[in-house]
Nanobody, 115 residues
């Protein structure tokens, strides 16, 4: 059974940084793509960043230049480096991994940006 386990969320002041990590298990096959989504209170879940097995990335306009997504295909991990965080980045962040067209999701990790 495929499982995605996230870590690294927390409380940070505006302008600060956080790193989220997600480790996948339960399959010998490679996910493509992997990435991160987020959901703020009262809003729909939205894409933050994705990365393919070949390293092609896609970012939401709101995070371009501040967030960096990376992956280790061999270890089946995906990371999100978040810099220059803003209060509007506050949300539950979900790891996502696609395997042969099927979406898998992590349980979510809370990121709160507040002074």
């Amino acid at each position: 059974q495929v499982q995605l386990v996230e870590s690294g969320g927390g409380l940070v002041q505006p302008g600060g940084s956080l790193r989220l990590s997600c480790a996948a298990s339960g399959t010998i096959f490679s996910f493509n793509p992997m990435g991160w989504y987020r959901q703020a209170p009262g809003k729909e879940r939205e894409l933050v960043a994705t990365i393919t097995s070949r390293g092609s990335t896609n970012y939401a306009d709101s995070v371009k230049g501040r967030f960096t997504v990376s992956t280790d295909n061999a270890k089946k991990t995906v990371n999100l480096e978040m810099n220059s965080l803003k209060p509007e980045d506050t949300a539950v962040y979900y790891c996502n991994a696609v395997l042969y067209g099927f979406d898998y999701w992590g349980q979510g990790t809370q990121v709160t940006v507040s002074s």
